[in-house]
């Protein structure tokens, strides 16, 4: 199990989704995690950082590379203290 990356709620869990209004049905390919602004982000495991910058959808966004295809994304940053490479 990996740990969090960061202290907060659980906003959205992994998994198939379905709308409550729609009944349209998504999958959930992480999860969403409420904390509050200031709040520090650590990787889950270590890697290299390919991208920081604005993404549609995910505002201020860090993805890691951790190898075999594996990455993690950390959206909605407010400060990223990161560069890429």
Excluded: C
């Excluded at 998994?15 to 009944?23: E, I, L, S, T």
């Excluded at 709040?39 to 950082?49: E, H, K, L």
């Amino acid at each position: 199990m990996l740990p969090w990356p960061a202290e907060g709620r659980l906003a959205a869990s992994f998994g198939a989704q379905v709308n409550p209004r729609f009944g349209t049905r998504t999958f959930r390919s992480g999860i969403d995690i409420e904390a509050g602004e200031g709040t520090d982000i650590t990787a889950v495991y270590a890697g290299r950082v390919v991208y920081t910058g604005w993404f549609k959808g995910y505002g201020n966004l860090i993805i890691l590379d951790h190898g075999n295809e594996y990455y993690t994304l950390y959206a909605h940053v407010a400060d990223m203290k990161v560069a890429e490479g």
